[in-house]
C-alpha cells in the first residue's frame, strides 16, 4: 500500500497483484491473528470474484500460522457473513470482497463477534502489528468446511419478520448481477412466497451481466427486463450484497428516494425518532421523515461509522444513500436483504414510492468522480480545504471530507475510502444550480490533481 494505513472507509481494497498481493494479505492475516486470543475460531467467507481463492487461502495461511482456527463459509453475500459470524460465536468474521469496486479489485472486511464492522482503534491496532511486523507464532490452527449457511440466515431472518404482509401479486426482478447474492437472494425471496424473476443470477466474479455497481447506467439492462417480463419492481444488488437500490417500469428509483422511503418505514415501525446517516446524504431524507418528528443525524461516510452512530443514537434505522440499510432488529452491519424484504412487506403497490416523492419539492441530486493515486488525496484534499472559502459557502462541515453549505444547495467534495478517486456530490432545487456546482468542484480538483502530479 502507498502510505503507512492499510486500512479505508471498507475494509482494506486493492487491485489483486498490484496493491493487494497473496504475501501482503498472509501478513495483514497474521496481524488480524495476533490481535485475536489463540486458538480464536474465525470465520471467512468471499464474493464471487475471480481472486477469491487466491485471496483466501492466503488470508487463511496467515490466521492459521498465528494459532487461528478458521471455518470456511463459502461464497455468501456479507450481510449473512455478519450475521452468521454473531449467531454461530465466531470470534471474528473475515468477509473477502471489494463490494462495488470492477473486477480486478478485492479486499478484506472485519466483524467483530458482535456482527459490528472493526472500529478505527482495532484497524490501527492490526495496522501496529503488521507495520512492526510482531507476529505471534504458535500451533498451527485448524481449518474446516461449514455448510447450510443460506439456511442459517434463512432461520434468523424468517424469526425477525413477524407475519411479513406480503402482496404476493407483486412481480420482484431479483437482479444479484452475478455476485454473492447468486442463488441466495432470489431463493430466499421465493422461501418467503414471493413472486421472483432472477436475472444476472449465476455467480461470476467477472460480472458478465452488469457492473458490480447498481446505478441508473448500469441498470438499463435489468429495466428493460423487468418491462419484458411485466414486473413491478427490481430488486439489484451490488458485488457483495451490502447495497441493494431499486427499480421500477419507469427506470431507476435514484439513491435518495429508497433510502428515505424506508426510513419513513423504519420511524413508523419502530417508534424511534432518529436516522443516521452520513454527509453524501441529500435532503430529501430530511423531508420524507420530517412530519414524523424524525430528526437525521449525518456522520462521517461509510457502513461502520454509520453503524456505530446508529447504535449511539439508538436509531430507528441507518442509512448511506449509495443503498446501505443498518436494520438494529437484525445488527449493526448492512442487510440489503432484509432491507428489501421489510420495503416488500410494507409495498402494497411499487407506485407507492414514486407516488410519496411527487408531494415533496423536487431536488436535483448529482455525483462526479475525479481519477486521483491513492498517494494525492491527502494533499489534494488539504488544498480543496485551503481554497474553499472561494466558493462562498454559508457553512463549511469538515466531519468528513469538505461539505458545503449554501442557502438553497451543498456541496461535498471527499476523497473515496475504497477508490483511486475524488468524489464531488451535490443537490440542489434546480438542476442548473446542481450541475453549476458539480462542475466548479470538478474543475478546482482536477486543476489541484494535475497540479500535484
Same mark, same amino acid.
Request: aromatic share 8%.
Given at each position: 500500500?502507498?502510505?503507512?494505513?492499510?486500512?479505508?472507509?471498507?475494509?482494506?481494497?486493492?487491485?489483486?497483484?498490484?496493491?493487494?498481493?497473496?504475501?501482503?494479505?498472509?501478513?495483514?492475516?497474521?496481524?488480524?491473528?495476533?490481535?485475536?486470543?489463540?486458538?480464536?475460531?474465525?470465520?471467512?467467507?468471499?464474493?464471487?470474484?475471480?481472486?477469491?481463492?487466491?485471496?483466501?487461502?492466503?488470508?487463511?495461511?496467515?490466521?492459521?500460522?498465528?494459532?487461528?482456527?478458521?471455518?470456511?463459509?463459502?461464497?455468501?453475500?456479507?450481510?449473512?457473513?455478519?450475521?452468521?459470524?454473531?449467531?454461530?460465536?465466531?470470534?471474528?468474521?473475515?468477509?473477502?470482497?471489494?463490494?462495488?469496486?470492477?473486477?480486478?479489485?478485492?479486499?478484506?472486511?472485519?466483524?467483530?463477534?458482535?456482527?459490528?464492522?472493526?472500529?478505527?482503534?482495532?484497524?490501527?491496532?492490526?495496522?501496529?502489528?503488521?507495520?512492526?511486523?510482531?507476529?505471534?507464532?504458535?500451533?498451527?490452527?485448524?481449518?474446516?468446511?461449514?455448510?447450510?449457511?443460506?439456511?442459517?440466515?434463512?432461520?434468523?431472518?424468517?424469526?425477525?419478520?413477524?407475519?411479513?404482509?406480503?402482496?404476493?401479486?407483486?412481480?420482484? %426482478? +431479483?437482479?444479484?448481477?452475478?455476485?454473492?447474492?447468486?442463488? !441466495?437472494?432470489?431463493? @430466499?425471496?421465493?422461501?418467503?412466497? *414471493?413472486? &421472483?424473476?432472477?436475472?444476472?443470477?449465476?455467480?461470476?466474479?467477472?460480472?458478465?451481466?452488469?457492473?458490480?455497481?447498481?446505478?441508473?447506467?448500469?441498470?438499463?439492462?435489468?429495466?428493460?427486463?423487468?418491462?419484458?417480463?411485466?414486473?413491478?419492481?427490481?430488486?439489484?444488488?451490488?458485488?457483495?450484497?451490502?447495497? %441493494? +437500490?431499486?427499480?421500477?417500469?419507469?427506470?431507476?428509483?435514484? !439513491?435518495?428516494?429508497? @433510502?428515505?422511503?424506508?426510513?419513513? *418505514?423504519? &420511524?413508523?415501525?419502530?417508534?424511534?425518532?432518529?436516522?443516521?446517516?452520513?454527509?453524501?446524504?441529500?435532503?430529501?431524507?430530511?423531508?420524507?421523515?420530517?412530519?414524523?418528528?424524525?430528526?437525521?443525524?449525518?456522520?462521517?461516510?461509510?457502513?461502520?461509522?454509520?453503524?456505530?452512530?446508529?447504535?449511539?443514537?439508538?436509531?430507528?434505522?441507518?442509512?448511506?444513500?449509495?443503498?446501505?440499510?443498518?436494520?438494529?432488529?437484525?445488527?449493526?452491519?448492512?442487510?440489503?436483504?432484509?432491507?428489501?424484504?421489510?420495503?416488500?412487506?410494507?409495498?402494497?403497490?411499487?407506485?407507492?414510492?414514486?407516488?410519496?416523492?411527487?408531494?415533496?419539492?423536487?431536488?436535483?441530486?448529482?455525483?462526479?468522480?475525479?481519477?486521483?493515486?491513492?498517494?494525492?488525496?491527502?494533499?489534494?484534499?488539504?488544498?480543496?480545504?485551503?481554497?474553499?472559502?472561494?466558493?462562498?459557502?454559508?457553512?463549511?462541515?469538515?466531519?468528513?471530507?469538505?461539505?458545503?453549505?449554501?442557502?438553497?444547495?451543498?456541496?461535498?467534495?471527499?476523497?473515496?475510502?475504497?477508490?483511486?478517486?475524488?468524489?464531488?456530490?451535490?443537490?440542489?432545487?434546480?438542476?442548473?444550480?446542481?450541475?453549476?456546482?458539480?462542475?466548479?468542484?470538478?474543475?478546482?480538483?482536477?486543476?489541484?490533481?494535475?497540479?500535484?502530479?
Amino acid at each position: 500500500m502507498h502510505t503507512r494505513k492499510l486500512f479505508g472507509t471498507s475494509g482494506i481494497r486493492g487491485v489483486v497483484n498490484q496493491d493487494l498481493s497473496p504475501d501482503f494479505c498472509r501478513q495483514v492475516a497474521l496481524a488480524i491473528g495476533t490481535t485475536l486470543p489463540p486458538a480464536s475460531i474465525v470465520c471467512i467467507a468471499t464474493d464471487t470474484r475471480i481472486s477469491r481463492d487466491i485471496i483466501k487461502e492466503a488470508v487463511t495461511a496467515g490466521l492459521l500460522s498465528c494459532s487461528i482456527n478458521v471455518v470456511d463459509l463459502g461464497i455468501l453475500p456479507t450481510p449473512a457473513l455478519a450475521l452468521l459470524t454473531r449467531e454461530s460465536g465466531f470470534a471474528a468474521g473475515i468477509m473477502v470482497t471489494a463490494s462495488h469496486n470492477p473486477p480486478e479489485f478485492n479486499g478484506i472486511k472485519l466483524f467483530t463477534g458482535n456482527s459490528l464492522g472493526y472500529s478505527q482503534t482495532q484497524e490501527a491496532e492490526i495496522e501496529k502489528v503488521y507495520f512492526e511486523q510482531k507476529f505471534r507464532q504458535g500451533k498451527r490452527g485448524t481449518l474446516e468446511q461449514a455448510q447450510d449457511m443460506k439456511q442459517r440466515y434463512l432461520s434468523f431472518i424468517k424469526g425477525k419478520l413477524s407475519l411479513p404482509g406480503f402482496n404476493h401479486q407483486l412481480k420482484i %426482478v +431479483v437482479d444479484p448481477g452475478n455476485g454473492a447474492a447468486s442463488k !441466495f437472494a432470489s431463493d @430466499i425471496f421465493v422461501q418467503m412466497g *414471493l413472486d &421472483v424473476i432472477p436475472v444476472n443470477d449465476e455467480p461470476d466474479g467477472l460480472f458478465p451481466g452488469r457492473s458490480p455497481e447498481p446505478k441508473a447506467d448500469t441498470l438499463h439492462g435489468t429495466v428493460n427486463f423487468l418491462r419484458q417480463h411485466n414486473a413491478d419492481l427490481a430488486i439489484c444488488f451490488d458485488g457483495d450484497a451490502d447495497r %441493494v +437500490v431499486f427499480c421500477d417500469k419507469d427506470g431507476f428509483l435514484g !439513491f435518495n428516494e429508497p @433510502i428515505a422511503f424506508i426510513s419513513r *418505514l423504519a &420511524v413508523k415501525r419502530t417508534g424511534r425518532k432518529r436516522i443516521a446517516t452520513t454527509v453524501e446524504t441529500g435532503t430529501l431524507l430530511d423531508l420524507a421523515v420530517k412530519d414524523l418528528g424524525a430528526e437525521v443525524v449525518r456522520g462521517r461516510v461509510g457502513d461502520v461509522p454509520v453503524a456505530h452512530l446508529v447504535q449511539e443514537l439508538d436509531a430507528a434505522l441507518g442509512v448511506e444513500q449509495v443503498g446501505v440499510y443498518i436494520i438494529p432488529e437484525v445488527g449493526y452491519y448492512p442487510d440489503s436483504i432484509f432491507a428489501s424484504l421489510i420495503l416488500l412487506s410494507q409495498l402494497s403497490d411499487a407506485g407507492e414510492i414514486r407516488q410519496f416523492f411527487q408531494g415533496i419539492p423536487r431536488l436535483y441530486f448529482e455525483k462526479a468522480r475525479i481519477p486521483c493515486l491513492n498517494e494525492l488525496k491527502e494533499p489534494v484534499m488539504a488544498q480543496v480545504r485551503e481554497k474553499a472559502h472561494l466558493f462562498a459557502p454559508n457553512e463549511i462541515n469538515t466531519l468528513d471530507g469538505l461539505r458545503l453549505e449554501f442557502p438553497d444547495s451543498w456541496m461535498l467534495i471527499r476523497a473515496s475510502g475504497t477508490e483511486p478517486i475524488i468524489r464531488v456530490v451535490s443537490e440542489s432545487t434546480s438542476q442548473a444550480q446542481t450541475d453549476e456546482l458539480i462542475s466548479k468542484g470538478k474543475d478546482l480538483v482536477q486543476g489541484l490533481v494535475e497540479a500535484s502530479r
